[in-house]
C-alpha cells in the first residue's frame, strides 16, 4: 500500500557532499515526521535527523552544521543534505515516515514505514 524508496548514495572523498532523496508513494492521506537514521557495521542504527511536517528540524550532534534535512511535502518527498563528509559518515541510511494510509473504510490509518537503505561510502 506505501512504499518508501531512498535514493542518492554512493561513495564520495572526504570533504565531499552528497544528497539523499526519499520518496513516500501509495495509499497515502498524510505524512507526520519523517526522519534519517544510519547504521554502520557493527554499530546500532542511529537517528540522524528529523523533520516535522510542519518544517521543523533536529540534528544529531556529530551532523549540525554539515548536514540539512529538509521535506516537499507536496511531493511526499524528503531530503539529506550532506556536506563536509568524514569517513564517520559511512553506513546505510535508511528513511522513515510516519503516514496515514487511507484503507478505503473509516479513517486513514497511521503506520510507521522504513525504506530499505542507501549506501553512503566516505573515503578518506
Known amino acids: 500500500q506505501v512504499q518508501v524508496v531512498e535514493s542518492g548514495g554512493g561513495l564520495v572523498q572526504a570533504g565531499g557532499s552528497l544528497r539523499l532523496s526519499c520518496a513516500v508513494s501509495?495509499?497515502?492521506?498524510?505524512?507526520?515526521?519523517m526522519g534519517w537514521y544510519r547504521q554502520a557495521p557493527g554499530k546500532q542504527r542511529e537517528l540522524v535527523a528529523s523533520?516535522?511536517?510542519?518544517?521543523?528540524?533536529h540534528y544529531v550532534d556529530s551532523v549540525k552544521d554539515r548536514f540539512i534535512i529538509s521535506r516537499d511535502n507536496a511531493k511526499n518527498t524528503m531530503y539529506l543534505q550532506m556536506n563536509s563528509l568524514k569517513s564517520d559518515d559511512t553506513a546505510v541510511y535508511y528513511c522513515?515516515?510516519?503516514?496515514?494510509?487511507?484503507?478505503?473504510?473509516?479513517?486513514?490509518?497511521?503506520?510507521?514505514?522504513w525504506g530499505q537503505g542507501t549506501q553512503v561510502t566516505v573515503s578518506s
Open positions: 522513515n515516515a510516519d503516514v496515514a494510509v487511507r484503507t478505503g473504510v473509516g479513517m486513514p490509518m497511521w503506520r510507521h514505514y
Open positions: 501509495g495509499s497515502i492521506s498524510n505524512i507526520d515526521d
Open positions: 523533520i516535522t511536517s510542519a518544517g521543523i528540524a
